[in-house]
């Protein structure tokens, strides 16, 4: 563990326990929520190297427009 997470949880030792228990739920949220989004872009990541390359395709052919941000 490293001395700035043992630190917040020495400071966090020291509220009072329904703080305790928000904190420890937003936190386990927190690291569930992480899992879930490398999971999905762990099993993502030929498909994302597929549209870039056929993006890059379409541009050398031509085939883009400049984004224009007034428009949008």
Sequence with gaps: ???LLK???E???KLPDIEQNTLAKWLL????AERKWDRAFAGS???LDRLADEAI?????EKTTP???DKL
């Design 1 to 3: 563990m490293t001395q």
């Design 7 to 9: 630190k917040a949880f």
């Design 11 to 13: 400071d966090a030792s």
């Design 29 to 32: 949220e927190e690291l569930e």
């Design 45 to 47: 990541e030929d498909i």
């Design 57 to 61: 395709e379409a541009h050398r052919q």
């Design 67 to 69: 984004l224009d941000i």
